[in-house]
């Protein structure tokens, strides 16, 4: 039994969704996400975080948190069921760096770093 959480769910920083405009701030962490909800940005006035992307962000926390709730019993059972077997993970990206890059109002696709 390790310690070490099923997923981590790595947010950092929020970039402006104006594609006209280059406003970031990478200092920005996930505990702060709420506190720019409807935020306007301080370069061009668009909303740093809009209720759909906040509501995705909240989708991705409920899951990453879900996830850790599942013991390693409940892992292995889990891939009994799905028919994984530890050869097919063999090649899989570690999912414990898998960051969410934004794609579209309220998207996320994963993106796996090596
Ligand atoms: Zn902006």
Known sequence: ?????????????IKCDNEACDYTDPTATLEQMDSYLN???????DPLLTPEDHEALLGLIALTEAINELTEEDVVQIAEIAGITEED???SPDYSKVTFKRVGNGQYEPQFNQ
């Open 1 to 13: 039994m390790n310690n070490q959480p099923n997923a981590v769910l790595n947010v950092k920083g």
């Open 39 to 45: 935020k306007p940005c301080p370069k061009c006035g």
């Open 89 to 91: 993970l063999k090649d």
